[in-house]
Structure formats: C-alpha cells, structure tokens
C-alpha cells in the first residue's frame, strides 16, 4: 500500500483542502455496515463533511448487498433515482461500492445502463478509495477498482458512540448452494491478531460497551501462529476495560469443545450463542452442503446445554429450500421443538442466481412455502414466549441502547443473554449498563425496573 500522507497531500493539491460533502448510504448485513463505517472515515481522512441527505452531497456512495436478488433490484431502484440529482448537479461524483460490484460483468453492467455512475469499488477496495478517486478527479472517466486490499489504513466513522463492530476475517470457503457470499468477498482471510487486538483496546479505551467480532464463519479464524478464535476470544477477554464481546456468525461444523468451554470461562464473553441450522432435515443439509448433519447439529447443542440448560441460543432457518418436502419441514420443526431456541431469523428461501441451489428443480408451490412459514413462526413464538418468562423475577445487566419505538418514556437495551429489555429510564442512561428487575415477559422482549 502506498504512504497514506502521500497520496492525502496528492489528493488535497487536486481538490484543496476542503474538496466538499459526502453522503454514504449502506444496504445488507453488519460486514456491510462495517464496510460504510471505512468508506466514511476514507471521505473523511481526504477532507469530506457528512450530510444527512443526499441533494446536499459532493459525492455519494452506494455501498451494495447481493445476497437475494431483492436486495440488488431495490439497490439498481436507488441508483436510477440519482439520475435526477446527476442532472441537476454534473459536478456530483457517484460511487457504487460493495459486494453487488464483485459480480461477473457487474461494473460493464453499470457503465452502460447506468452513466451517472462515475466509480465502481470493490468489496474488498475501500482502502483504495483516495486513488481511484484521485484517477477519476484526474481523468473525469468513468473508474473501476476491484482489486482486494483487506489493509486499512483510516479510522472507521462508528455508527455509535458506545458499539463497535470489529471484523476479524473476511470471504467464505464454505460454498453453501444458496449462498452468493463467497463469490463476491472471495476465500477466507484472517486479520492478524495483534491489528484485532490493537483495535479493541482502543475501543475499549474509548468507552465502548459493546465489540462485535464479525466474519462469514468466525469460528474457522486463523490468525496464524497458533492462535484460532479460541486464543482469540481469551485474548480479548483480557483487555482492560468493561465492555461485552459478542461474534457472528458461527458455522456448526466448526463448533469446537474448545470453543463452548472457552464461551463460559471468559466472563466478557455474551451468554448468548448464534448458531444457524437452516434446517433440521440431514438430506436438504446435504443438498445446501452444510457438512453437517441433524445430528451433528443437535450434539453441539447437547453439549451446550450441559453448560448451561437456560443458555440463550438462537439460529437461521431457511423454509422452502428447493424440493423440500413435508417430511423435511417436519424434521425442522421438531428441531425448533427439541432445542427450544431463544430466537429464530427464517426466511422463504429466495433463488440467488449464480449459486448452484439456483439450477435446483423447485417444484414446491409458494403458498406451501408460506404456510410452513406461518406454522414455523407461530411454534417459535410459543417457545420464545416461554423462554422469556423465565427471566421474570430475576435481575440482568443491561446495555441500555435506544429510546424505546413502541413506549413512550421507556428505554431499550440487550442483556449478554441478548435479550431485548425495555425499561423506563432517561435518555442520558443511554450507552451504560444498568441494572433491571424483569417484571413482565413477551414473545419478543421482556420489560422490568432499574434497580
């Protein structure tokens, strides 16, 4: 990588000291949010201001997700709507970053249907931001990066003052049928431990609450030297500092005995384990090559519970995988029954182009899909219901985080079991731990007193 104060200085005789305003706006999951969170200390390291709006924007970037075509159709929705902004401001400068830009023939795509475009970044380009802008400003031709660099030398802008998520790894080798992922943000590459270790204590530091470890499948981690996600998560519990540490996502088949045991001994460690399944049938585990079976699955959680038989567990439950049959289905809801997860995120499943589920014969009509759906939701709704209600009477530390959505006066926050607790409290709580007697449980949440 370059001098950073190098190619700053190159960037400000181009532009000057203040070259204008900047306004990101991201789509898709906390890897992309993380990602946004670069771009803008990037625009900020070069001398941009943040707006809030767009038609106050010197430059704009669109930071993409892929992962259902949904998501791509609402994105190509957003950069047709800049069209109008380009017209009334030509010196407006228009990036589309992210992993919708790690498709084949995506960047030619954009070129020609989309001309107030002026920059494609790569998934894995952030850092080389100043330089491709530095060609554009240069050039005023339309420009393409896309070439990986997980280095990054700029301070993220956080979203919060108080949560910070901290990627640990980047791509996926898992391949799974249905998954886009590992096309667009390629093979597995771990950060080095000591880069992740620098940035927490830093963090902690600061004040941060809550650190987010992120990655495709952090459990498969390798930063070298002997030091796996295991050593990883016992370092991090050794920086100074009072703050949680949670992590996602996790792949069953790299769901250690090591790794359990390392959860319960390290008390910054969230009480709380997010462990997708997709389904509880072996045979359509093996048609999403998985690499696991059912019963694989269910032994982690055995094991798991022999911990702790209260531990808050959650999961991804796909519905309507191609040619799932109802005896599939029932084999995911006797899952969902026997292991009774805190929580579940199911999704209908949606055909991703260029992924081999995709090619799959999908016979299965959609209101089918539904109804599964709808049996899948009111069963978990019943078992969340019941989970929650053991927390009644007891008392959980809280991270309070927001002004309640719903009740006036009232706060929200997690608990390290990833509960969501809604309490009456002052906004100035907000970004602290408070303690909370829970006095009344729902499906979704419970609610108590600071005590």
Not at 50 to 72: G, H, L, M, Q, W
Request: with cysteine; glycine share 8%.
């Amino acid at each position: 990588m370059k001098d950073d104060r190098s190619v700053i200085n190159e960037f400000k005789a181009v532009l000057g000291e203040r070259p204008g305003s900047y306004y990101v706006r991201t789509f898709g999951c906390q890897l992309n949010v993380s990602d946004g969170e670069k771009i803008k200390g990037t625009l900020r390291r070069l001398g941009f201001t943040p707006v809030k709006y767009p038609e106050n924007a010197d430059i704009i970037i669109i930071n993409t997700c892929a992962v259902r075509e949904s998501a791509e159709d609402r994105v190509f929705g957003v950069i047709g709507s800049m069209k109008k902004l380009k017209e009334e401001n030509p010196r407006l400068v228009i990036g589309i970053a992210g992993c919708m830009t790690a498709q084949s023939n995506m960047a030619e795509r954009i070129r020609r249907s989309y001309p107030q475009v002026d920059i494609v970044i790569g998934t894995n380009a952030a850092a080389d931001l100043p330089y491709l802008l530095l060609d554009f400003f240069k050039k005023r031709k339309f420009t393409v990066g896309l070439a990986e660099n997980d280095e990054f030398p700029y301070t993220p802008v956080r979203e919060s003052r108080f949560k910070a998520s901290v990627p640990i790894m980047y791509g996926c080798n898992n391949f799974c049928t249905y998954c886009i992922v590992p096309y667009v943000r390629g093979r597995e590459r771990s950060r080095p431990a000591e880069d992740i270790l620098k940035e927490i204590r830093s963090l902690a530091g600061r004040g941060y609450k809550e650190i987010m470890l992120l990655g495709q499948n952090v459990n498969s981690y390798n930063g070298g030297d002997g030091i796996g996600f295991t050593q990883l998560l016992e370092k991090i519990n050794a920086v100074d500092g009072d703050f949680v540490v949670r992590f996602m996502s996790s792949h069953p088949k790299d769901f250690s005995h090591e790794l359990i045991e390392t959860i319960f001994r390290c008390e910054k460690i969230e009480k709380h384990i997010h462990l997708p399944v997709q389904s509880g049938s072996s045979d359509v585990l093996r048609r999403m090559n998985r690499h696991y079976t059912a019963e694989d699955y269910l032994a982690i959680i055995d094991e798991i519970r022999r911990h702790d038989p209260d531990l808050s567990i959650s999961t991804d439950i796909i519905v309507g995988f191609p040619n799932e049959t109802d005896e599939e289905f029932q084999a995911t809801m006797e899952l969902v029954k026997r292991v009774r997860f805190s929580n579940i995120y199911s999704f209908i499943y949606s055909k991703r182009s260029g992924t081999k589920a995709a090619e799959m014969e999908d016979p299965v009509p959609k209101e089918v899909k539904s109804i599964r759906m709808g049996e899948l939701l009111l069963t978990q709704g019943e078992i969340s219901q019941e989970f929650h209600s053991k927390f009644i009477g007891k008392e959980l530390r809280v991270l309070a985080e927001e002004i309640s959505k719903k009740h006036k006066g009232y706060l929200t926050g997690r608990s390290p079991e990833n509960v969501i607790v809604e309490f009456m409290g002052d906004k100035q709580l907000i970004g602290q731990f408070v303690r909370v007697k829970i006095t009344d449980a729902m499906n979704w949440a419970v609610r108590g007193e600071i005590i």
